[in-house]
């Protein structure tokens, strides 16, 4: 992908109401932005947006899935997302953005969304990825995680080192 050109809204020649518009989101899309820590990306954007005389309203939904791997068992998994927008476009001598209103120059005619569905999927992505099999116990670990590793076992499983300073531990509290 060289440019972000189907992702422009032409909205001068749009009449006054509401018109919608779907953009299909890939890793040729993603790596675009160099974001590729993921991969198999498979986002669609559905985008209503409200032409007025003054601005311009964007409602957006990004759906889909992206392949990721699990936090703890470090498997890969098709993560699904979800996430609603709202945008505020008005019009100004200079431009500007912040979190939900972009200021685009008097006179233009086109707006390309391209950036806005970029930083609104990635922030989509949860912090913590966890497969689902872990959930549901359909997928096996190579470590029990309901262990806890500070339990005390049985002596004679434990390395010989370990024991002489656990005694070492016990002679110094006496």
């Not at 509401?18 to 299909?24: S, Y």
């Amino acid at each position: 992908m060289k440019n972000l050109r189907d992702y422009d809204i032409a909205f001068s020649g749009l009449a006054l109401g509401k018109h919608d518009f779907e953009f299909d989101m890939n890793d040729a899309f993603f790596a675009y932005f160099g974001f590729e820590e993921y991969q198999e990306f498979a986002l669609k954007a559905h985008v209503e947006l409200s032409k007025s005389n003054t601005m311009l309203e964007v409602i957006g939904k990004i759906e889909g899935t992206i392949v990721v791997p699990c936090d703890l068992s470090n498997e890969l998994f098709p993560l699904p997302l979800k996430q609603d927008f709202e945008l505020v476009i008005k019009f100004g001598e200079e431009p500007k953005e912040d979190d939900e209103v972009i200021i685009l120059p008097f006179g233009e005619h086109k707006w390309n969304i391209g950036q806005t569905l970029y930083e609104w999927s990635v922030l989509s992505i949860p912090a913590k990825k966890i497969h689902p099999g872990i959930a549901d116990g359909s997928l096996e670990l190579d470590y029990d995680w309901e262990e806890d590793p500070g339990d005390d076992k049985e002596e004679d499983t434990i390395d010989p080192r370990w024991a002489k300073l656990r005694d070492l531990k016990k002679d110094i509290n006496d």
